[in-house]
């Protein structure tokens, strides 16, 4: 799975943002929040990663377990599906 090539990811103070640029942006309004853990799976998904991947990043950085972060990974790739961000 991949991220689409017209989405950005910007911080903006302290936030971060994701929003649409060139033809994506007349068909996704708005901006996604991205908090820390979004964050980090979002850069893996730039380049490429399946869920396995995506699981052990999360598992790595916050000591949770495979369960855990498995389930945390499809909730976060379900919203991102949901709103045609992935290739």
């Known amino acids: 799975m991949k991220?689409?090539?017209?989405?950005?990811?910007?911080r903006v103070g302290?936030?971060?943002?994701?929003?649409?640029?060139?033809?994506l942006s007349k068909e996704f309004n708005g901006i996604t929040r991205l908090?820390?853990?979004?964050?980090?799976?979002?850069?893996k998904l730039e380049s490429g990663?399946?869920?396995?991947?995506l699981t052990k990043v999360l598992m790595d950085e916050y000591d949770v377990t495979e369960e855990v972060a498995t389930h945390d990974v499809k909730v976060f790739l379900k919203?991102?599906?949901?709103?045609?961000?992935?290739e």
Do not use: P, Q
């Not at 302290?14 to 929003?19: G, K, S, T």
């Not at 908090?35 to 850069?43: A, I, T, V």
């Not at 990663?49 to 991947?53: E, G, N, W």
């Open 79 to 86: 919203k991102l599906k949901s709103a045609n961000i992935l």
């Open 14 to 23: 302290n936030e971060v943002v994701v929003v649409a640029t060139g033809k």
């Open 35 to 43: 908090n820390e853990s979004g964050e980090l799976l979002w850069d």
């Open 49 to 53: 990663a399946d869920v396995a991947s």
């Open 3 to 10: 991220i689409k090539k017209d989405f950005v990811k910007r």
